[in-house]
């Protein structure tokens, strides 16, 4: 009865290893099978990708030469253009020097033929010499009217003074050329305001020589 069990163990142990070795066989196929699909798949996905990126360097290479033929183009135009421009230019300078030089030369013509035109009038006219050499002492009477007395209040008249400072210099109460000459303590008081204009140490000497 015991030997009889054995073997009934046995068998069921050995169909059991016999169906676990075909699970075994069945997964590791799956498992290959599902490889084979994964690497199919990838070669499948790398294909587009590949093809994608070779169509984007060709579309690349393709509108970078488009670039420079175009930029090429439109260079030469800008060169062809310019030269024209040059020579129209260079044209117009040629016609204006031309033109130019006509009317220096019918100037001239016209300069020297009233130059001729006018020598035997001058000859004839000595007398307006005499009235040139009595100018002197028409002039005599412009100098003694510069002999009037100066205006001491136009502080303008010493060197260094414009009209702005010397509206400024009456506001703060310097209003004669004397009071610059020689400043009393609140004169001095008073252009020590001033002491950043231009000559601040000169004024009172220039203020001496308006007499």
Do not use: C, W
């Not at 169909?15 to 690497?39: C, P």
């Not at 009393?184 to 231009?198: P, V």
Request: proline share 4%; aromatic share 4%; no cysteine.
């Amino acid at each position: 009865m015991a030997k009889k069990a054995k073997q009934n163990v046995d068998k069921i142990v050995k169909k059991v290893n016999k169906e676990f070795e075909k699970t075994s066989s069945q997964i590791e196929g799956l498992v290959n099978d599902a490889l084979k699909q994964f690497d199919s798949l990838q070669n499948q996905v790398q294909e587009p990708v590949r093809k994608l990126l070779k169509e984007i360097d060709e579309l690349r290479d393709r509108e970078m030469k488009r670039f420079h033929e175009e930029f090429e183009r439109r260079l030469n135009e800008f060169h062809e253009l310019q030269s024209n421009i040059l020579e129209r230019l260079g044209v117009a300078s040629k016609e204006a020097g031309a033109g130019v030089k006509k009317l220096t030369d019918e100037v001239s013509r016209e300069a020297s033929t009233a130059a001729k035109k006018a020598a035997p009038k001058k000859t004839t006219r000595t007398p307006a010499k005499k009235s040139a050499d009595k100018k002197p002492a028409a002039r005599t009477a412009p100098a003694a009217r510069a002999a009037k007395p100066v205006d001491r209040s136009d502080l303008t008249q010493v060197k260094g003074i414009g009209p702005a400072t010397a509206k400024k210099m009456k506001d703060a109460g310097i209003t004669s050329i004397d009071q610059i000459a020689n400043p009393s303590e609140a004169d001095q008081e008073k252009l020590k305001a001033f002491s950043n204009i231009k000559g601040y140490s000169q004024l009172a000497a220039e203020a001496k020589k308006i007499n």
